[in-house]
């Protein structure tokens, strides 16, 4: 099984070198960036079945925090991302002990709602830029300032920080959390009859996916230069780390790759062909994944992949 | 309470919007017994079970394990303090492979993966699951996974275990293979709680037999006075069909092997 990671790291590395064209160099930053944002929601979304629609709240907060450092203090937007991470980290736990308490739909809808306030409130705020935005260094002042016109340095970052989240939730598979959170997901009430405190553990994969996500969109605001908070607390944020995540297969390490790999090209390219009506195309496409993953495949394309192994080998074997 | 008390549930009741589904209940149970709840259905010995597993806090009264107010501990404080428990309709993680299930449990008292796994594996085994541990547990039919939740609830280590109709919805062989793993699980120095609508299970395991009826303990004895007492006989026969005895397979309301 280390070969295939081998070669996917190999052909991660040198990917940007055969794409030549800023286009195709940007998109590709883009599904790294996507991939990490999908992995991160992972955490809690697919090992601990907590299906958030709020992370919206903290790539915003990653992806302002930043440019609030930049845009008030001068300083370097680098500076902002532990605080964003910090105060993600706080909101995350801020929210999720009540939230938590809810089951299913009802735990999904309080956190569309908590991200809707979190959205408002900074549409509202003048001190964040209000319904404007922020925008941050036009030309780099220093190395540290992250400005560049190219999109491969960042796509290399996207890159060590995607390496970190996968890194984080590998060892967690095999920890004692790895196991809780697939139990809790699976029943909580027989998880905790064996002794699971499943409050607990979820708030832990809340924390921890809050924190990677906060550093996505610090990253994703560095890159862009420019936030508002349509853009970066909006509903359709959450969304896609969702589909993402889901199609590829939730509560799987590969699964959201798969998902950020296939459908950021598809948005990409549906934009480029198709202008601004290439967004309701997007809309259209999502509403359709949805409906047809929860109808025919909750495990997302990973479970279809390893039922057709299944299948060949069982083939492969005369059986 | 007594140094030989494992628990003890004093006058537990329960109530639902007004309904009372346990009235009084008064329960002692002393470490290494096989204790048995019957009662008809609707008698209100799943909710007292539920209310010593922690999955329900009663409305009044008190439960003491091992000299520790359990009243309103959750699950989770009762599985670290040694109740283990299983479920009617089997709770198995059914994406999770048989071993990994196990581990769950295990890890409640091994905090590496390797540990946990070697504890689950000894317990997969004296199961007689570990040929099938790298199956997903959904794979598993209705005996298997009855005995995969056996397996779970014993990787926590359990002092007490509560089993909620194990053994119901089993043939009459695997009723004798899993009465013969209650019987090891004894002998390993576990204590039971039974609740079981199949009168043979009850009447081969148990030591001494609980009777529940419209919430109220009726009765509470060895085997051989329950199914001769004639409060039990109307509970589950009817007051017309006194002169009836209810035969060592039957259940109430018709159900048994």
């Given at each position: 099984?280390?070969w ?53 709240i ?108 996968l ?10 959390m ?40 610090s ?23 969702v ?60 479970e ?16 | 309470?007594?140094s ?33 709840i ?93 040929a ?17 939740e ?97 035969s ?9 092997a």
């Open positions: 099984m280390r295939p990671w081998v070669i996917l790291g190999g052909a991660l590395l040198v990917a940007p070198l055969t794409f030549q064209d800023p286009f195709y160099e940007r998109m590709i930053a883009l599904v790294l960036m996507w991939a990490v944002l999908a992995s991160a929601w992972n955490i809690v979304g697919g090992y601990a079945g907590q299906v958030s629609f709020g992370h919206a903290f790539f915003g907060v990653g992806a302002y925090v930043p440019l609030l450092v930049y845009t008030h203090w001068h300083g370097v937007p680098l500076l902002g991302i532990p605080v964003g991470i910090a105060v993600s980290v706080g909101i995350a736990a801020i929210v999720g002990m009540p939230t938590f308490r809810l089951r299913g739909h009802y735990f999904s809808m309080a956190t569309i709602a908590v991200a809707e306030l979190f959205r408002l409130l900074v549409t509202n705020w003048e001190f964040v830029g209000a319904a404007r935005g922020l925008g941050g260094p036009a030309i780099g002042r220093t190395i540290w300032d992250l400005s560049y016109r190219s999109s491969v340095p960042y796509y290399y970052i996207f890159l060590v920080v995607l390496c970190l989240v890194a984080f939730t590998c060892w967690m598979e095999r920890t004692r790895g196991y809780y959170l697939r139990a809790v997901k699976s029943g909580e009430r027989a998880a905790r009859s064996l002794g699971v405190s499943a409050p607990r553990y979820k708030l832990y994969a809340m924390i921890a996916s809050a924190a990677f996500t906060s550093l996505g969109g990253l994703y605001a560095v890159m862009l230069g420019f936030v508002d908070p349509d853009s970066v607390f909006g509903i359709m944020v959450s969304v896609q780390m589909i993402m995540a889901a199609l590829g297969g939730a509560g799987t390490l590969v699964g959201p790759l798969v998902g950020a790999a296939l459908l950021i090209p598809l948005q990409t390219f549906a934009n480029s062909l198709f202008g601004g009506e290439g967004s309701g195309l997007t809309f259209i496409l999502y509403g359709g994944i949805i409906i047809l993953l929860s109808r025919f495949e909750p495990g997302g394309l990973v279809i992949w390893g039922r057709y192994m299944a299948w060949t080998g069982r083939k492969g074997r005369g059986e | 309470m007594s030989t008390t494992l628990l003890k549930a004093q006058k537990v009741s329960k109530a639902f919007q007004g309904f009372w589904a346990v009235m009084g209940a008064d329960f002692e149970l002393s470490p290494g017994e096989i204790v048995g019957i009662g008809p259905n609707g008698a209100g010995k799943s909710t007292f079970f539920n209310c010593l597993s922690g999955e329900m806090v009663p409305t009044s009264g008190s439960v003491i394990f091992r000299d520790t107010n359990v009243t309103r501990a959750t699950p989770e404080q009762h599985a670290r303090l040694g109740i283990g428990r299983t479920y009617q309709v089997p709770a198995t993680f059914e994406d999770m492979t048989i071993l990994d299930n196990v581990m769950v449990g295990a890890f409640l008292r091994r905090a590496h993966q390797a540990d946990a796994r070697k504890e689950a594996m000894q317990v997969l085994d004296f199961t007689g699951l570990g099938q541990a790298d199956h997903r547990a959904k794979s598993l039919g209705t005996p298997g996974r009855k005995r995969l056996i397996a779970r609830a014993l990787a926590t280590k359990p002092r007490l275990l509560l089993l909620d109709e194990a053994l119901s919805g089993l043939t009459p062989l695997e009723i004798q293979q899993a009465i013969g793993l209650v019987r090891q699980i004894h002998q390993t120095g576990v204590t039971l709680v039974i609740v079981e609508h199949i009168m043979e299970v009850v009447l081969t395991l148990a030591q001494r037999v609980i009777v529940f009826n419209h919430g109220q303990i009726i009765a509470t004895g060895r085997p051989e006075e329950i199914v001769n007492d004639p409060k039990v006989v109307d509970a589950y026969l009817g007051a017309g069909r006194k002169s009836r005895r209810f060592a397979r039957s259940g109430p309301n018709g159900r048994g």
